[in-house]
């Protein structure tokens, strides 16, 4: 695949992440029922709630941000793992107040595109991580 086409790619799946992932911050940051029951259900209202919503805000600003678009890839998808994770290993499940499963499908989409930003732009977090390794260990 060219570079051309790849950074087309990268683009189309940042903006798709970073849309769904800024649509469900007003839910999360307004005490929404849907965000309250689920995170009520893993133990976690409001404190965890509102980590979340601060997370996927981050993501969504570094998702937009062209030199940062890999570490909003990278944020969003542990951001991801982790809400897979609850659906999925918690009495929370799939289906959420007979939503028809569309927050897990939602969640799965941002985590496939995340994965494929952080692909996409392994470059760009491997050039940033080895100028982060340098300041931190100089040579």
Same mark, same amino acid.
């Given at each position: 695949m060219s570079p051309a086409i790849q950074n087309?790619?990268? #683009? @189309?799946?940042?903006?798709?992440?970073? %849309?769904?992932?800024?649509? +469900?911050?007003?839910?999360?940051?307004?005490g929404a029922p849907e965000?309250? *029951?689920?995170?009520?259900?893993?133990? %976690?209202?409001?404190?965890?709630? #509102? =980590?979340?919503? /601060?997370?996927?805000? @981050?993501?969504? /600003?570094? =998702?937009l941000w062209p030199a940062m678009a890999g570490a909003g890839g990278l944020l969003g998808l542990g951001v991801m793992s982790g809400a897979l994770l609850a *659906?999925? +290993? +918690?009495? =929370?499940?799939? @289906? @959420? =107040?007979d939503d028809g499963g569309e927050l897990f499908i939602l969640c799965v989409v941002v985590w496939i595109a995340s994965a494929l930003i952080v692909w996409i732009?392994?470059?760009?977090?491997?050039?940033?991580?080895?100028a982060l390794r340098q300041r931190i260990l100089p040579s």
């Amino acid at each position: 695949m060219s570079p051309a086409i790849q950074n087309r790619l990268g #683009w @189309v799946l940042q903006i798709v992440a970073a %849309a769904i992932l800024g649509q +469900t911050l007003f839910f999360k940051f307004s005490g929404a029922p849907e965000s309250v *029951h689920i995170f009520t259900t893993l133990g %976690a209202e409001p404190y965890g709630r #509102w =980590l979340a919503g /601060v997370c996927e805000l @981050v993501a969504v /600003v570094l =998702l937009l941000w062209p030199a940062m678009a890999g570490a909003g890839g990278l944020l969003g998808l542990g951001v991801m793992s982790g809400a897979l994770l609850a *659906h999925l +290993t +918690t009495k =929370l499940g799939i @289906v @959420v =107040l007979d939503d028809g499963g569309e927050l897990f499908i939602l969640c799965v989409v941002v985590w496939i595109a995340s994965a494929l930003i952080v692909w996409i732009r392994k470059d760009q977090l491997l050039a940033q991580g080895n100028a982060l390794r340098q300041r931190i260990l100089p040579s």
